[in-house]
């Protein structure tokens, strides 16, 4: 089945510990992204990637990292995550850019104490 | 900068109406516009993908329409439905700004049987 992988579904941390967010697809897809979604805010970019080794800055990258070394995997990575990094974050991608629709994954819910 | 705005914020009907959920946008150099729906802390299902040389989309009951010049995009529901209800979302893809999605912030539809 064609699908966008997100692991873990929840995550509860606490300030400062390092986690990574694994995001995997499963179609051969060359664009990547990652959302983060607010009550009051909505959805917004935190990174995208064109293609295996190009990433690029969203509209709120601060606080994240991504790589993208193969094509399948688009690892979220927070380095010293903070309370205002709680969040309900999503996955997507798709075949290109212009042309193909976005499919998101299930969705990972961080809370950050 | 992308800024997209959706009218109504929140709508409820009964079931069996037609509806027409409506979507605004800023910058018309796009891609393509994309409707999606979002159930309750779930993903997001992607429902209709316009492409910007396109006028309208249609799948089953729903049609979605694009005028660009305009930044204007509808979405019609037909003969609404209870399992309808969710949370509607648009998001233009635009060539500036790194080609990403920006999202609106959403209809949330109740259909009462």
């Known amino acids: 089945e064609a699908q966008v992988t997100q692991n873990p579904r929840y995550l509860i941390t606490v300030t400062g510990k390092k986690l990574t967010v694994t995001c995997s697809q499963n179609?051969?897809?060359?664009?990547m992204s990652w959302y983060r979604q607010d009550p009051g805010l909505g959805l917004r970019q935190i990174y995208y990637?064109?293609?295996?080794?190009?990433?690029d800055k969203g509209d709120v990258p601060e606080g994240y990292k991504v790589s993208r070394k193969e094509k399948r995997n688009f690892p979220l990575i927070l380095e010293s995550p903070s309370p205002n990094q709680t969040s309900l974050y999503f996955c997507?991608?798709?075949?290109?850019?212009?042309?193909?629709?976005?499919?998101f994954g299930n969705g990972t819910r961080l809370t950050v104490t | 900068k992308q800024e997209v705005t959706q009218i109504p914020a929140a709508l409820s009907v009964p079931e069996g109406e037609n509806l027409v959920l409506n979507c605004s946008f800023t910058?018309?150099?796009?891609?393509?516009l994309q409707w999606f729906r979002q159930d309750p802390g779930k993903g997001l299902t992607s429902l209709l993908l316009?492409?910007?040389?396109?006028r309208e989309q249609t799948s089953g009951r729903l049609n979605a329409s694009l005028d660009k010049s305009s930044g204007r995009s509808t979405l019609y529901i037909a003969a609404s439905q209870p399992g309808d209800s969710a949370t509607y979302l648009c998001?233009?893809?635009?060539?500036?700004?790194?080609?990403?999605?920006?999202f609106g912030g959403g209809t949330r539809l109740m259909v009462k049987p």
């Open positions: 997507a991608s798709s075949l290109q850019i212009a042309n193909s629709p976005l499919h």
């Open positions: 179609m051969n897809h060359e664009y």
């Open positions: 990637s064109m293609n295996v080794e190009v990433t």
């Open positions: 910058d018309s150099a796009i891609y393509n």
């Open positions: 316009i492409q910007s040389s396109q």
């Open positions: 998001a233009p893809r635009s060539y500036n700004a790194g080609n990403m999605l920006t």
